[in-house]
């Protein structure tokens, strides 16, 4: 009936305001994380002057053209296969090739494959082919060996003392349970997790299937920590407090490096303070941390960390993990709860086919089996090039202009009620990450941002995560790709409008 339509229209009109209103209350109570740092808007500022160019040119093209001009890691992005924008015509407006490159910000999901990749992975195959199993001892990576020059070359991106520190196997979750194995050790009186709730998923996983081959209740066992209401990020201070809260009842401190939904880069240096202090174990997932932030894990104090390497360091989809065990446990190896495994003895003891297991000491000691070699060979790809373009101090200081710039331009030309930051303004506090809130449903500003060639990864309902790469983005790009942005956030507002 037309009372009946009419019902209908009226109810779904003002389901469709309340949703709104709640939207608008959250982009609201993160206002304040959208403020952009001093420190941000100095070294932009800086940086300007010292190529000749006004503040007030900031948000300029002219400013992100001599940004790029003026970056010495600009060539490395000719490392890298970009994916093509099959939609645009014309030539690529920086690189004068056609077609066009995509804009890619998903390095937080997939980094780019790099060149060298195929050149690497061919050399082992064609050995393979020509000497069989004689390629374990013989070649340029003898496989029986292959690990090894991985494992010096990330030493400077984890900031592990030595390669002692570091092995190169399997992938990060599987990593976690066999760390955990010899980590957490419950007792009746220090048994508990503290864990942040928002945590990506298979951390959950990982640590609540832990707690119950211990037979324990993760309910009971894990305390999950939660933002403030209306804040999306922890702040250190509620991290440090709640570990002296649950003192001595503590067994693990486990937190993400970078958290994967917010970009927040946490404090591990005063978090793996507290949790020595009430003698609780400290372990990380370096996720989103590896290759992207300037990482100390030796100095910190962490006792233990666990990677995947197909983010930030461009290793490939499924690609080998990697782990971090601190030197003060190596020597404990042999008395400690380890799944162990041929690999992890000594190269002389590991053909010897002894039933008694010799653990190394170091990190090694928690691999299983020996490191798959095409993978492995992979990763050694990206890391020649961290390493050519002068490791994670001169990666880390293009990334900071690069997302710093993206921060300025945003908060310079996107009003604020189509979109706020919710990653944290202060840049020692953050990787390469902005994670956007939007006002409108995300979905369809993501295909809008697809159409004309972006790349990023977007969050239901209303979330976009955008990750700037140093090694293959350019300052263009950000220019380019805030301009895409806001065109799209503005049609969609428009069309939610003319709905109502």
């Excluded at 007792?187 to 990506?200: H, S, V």
């Excluded at 162990?340 to 003891?349: E, F, H, I, R, Y």
């Amino acid at each position: 009936s037309p009372a009946s339509i009419f019902l209908l229209s009226l109810w779904l009109f003002i389901n469709q305001c309340r949703k709104k209103e709640a939207t608008q209350k959250l982009m609201t109570s993160s206002a304040k994380a959208t403020s952009i740092s001093p420190v941000t808007h100095a070294r932009l500022e800086e940086t300007a002057r010292r190529l000749g160019l006004a503040s007030s040119k900031m948000h300029t093209a002219d400013f992100a053209q001599a940004l790029d001009q003026n970056d010495p890691l600009r060539k490395f992005r000719r490392e890298f296969f970009i994916p093509l924008d099959s939609k645009a015509k014309g030539v690529d407006p920086e690189f004068g090739e056609a077609p066009r490159y995509a804009i890619y910000f998903c390095g937080n999901s997939l980094g780019l494959m790099s060149k060298r990749v195929r050149k690497y992975v061919d050399e082992e195959c064609d050995k393979w082919k020509k000497l069989g199993v004689e390629g374990h001892f013989n070649g340029q990576r003898p496989w029986a060996m292959i690990d090894e020059p991985v494992t010096e070359k990330l030493v400077d991106i984890v900031g592990a003392k030595n390669s002692s520190e570091i092995a190169v196997m399997n992938s990060l979750s599987c990593n976690l349970h066999m760390l955990l194995t010899s980590f957490y050790r419950p007792t009746q009186r220090r048994y508990k997790i503290i864990m942040e709730d928002a945590a990506f998923c298979s951390d959950h996983h990982v640590l609540q299937s832990q707690v119950r081959l211990r037979g324990l209740d993760p309910k009971e066992t894990i305390v999950a920590l939660k933002p403030k209401p209306g804040k999306h990020t922890l702040d250190t201070e509620d991290i440090l407090r709640a570990i002296e809260r649950e003192g001595d009842a503590i067994a693990l401190v486990f937190l993400g490096g970078v958290q994967y939904y917010t970009g927040q880069f946490y404090d591990l240096k005063a978090i793996s303070a507290q949790g020595r202090k009430v003698g609780a174990t400290v372990g990380v997932d370096l996720a989103h941390a590896v290759g992207n932030v300037s990482l100390s894990l030796h100095d910190w104090g962490i006792d233990f960390a666990a990677w995947c390497t197909y983010k930030y360091l461009n290793s490939g989809p499924g690609a080998i993990g990697g782990i971090f065990v601190h030197e003060k446990h190596h020597s404990k190896t042999g008395d400690m709860a380890i799944m162990a495994g041929w690999w992890g003895q000594t190269p002389k003891t590991r053909f010897r086919m002894s039933h008694h297991w010799e653990g190394l000491e170091g990190a090694q000691a928690w691999q299983v089996s020996n490191p798959a070699v095409l993978p492995t060979v992979c990763l050694e790809a990206s890391l020649d090039i961290f390493r050519e373009a002068g490791g994670m101090k001169s990666i880390r200081r293009k990334s900071l202009l690069l997302t710093g710039l993206l921060e300025y331009l945003i908060r310079h030309r996107i009003d604020d009620n189509l979109a706020k930051i919710i990653t944290p303004s202060d840049p020692e506090r953050r990787g390469c990450q902005l994670s956007l809130l939007t006002s409108s449903p995300v979905k369809p500003v993501h295909a809008k941002l697809e159409r004309n060639g972006v790349i990023v990864d977007v969050r239901e309902p209303n979330v976009i995560r955008l990750a700037p790469a140093p090694l293959y983005n350019t300052f263009m790009e950000v220019y380019r790709f805030v301009d895409i942005l806001k065109t799209a956030l503005e049609e969609e507002a428009k069309n939610i409008k003319a709905k109502l």
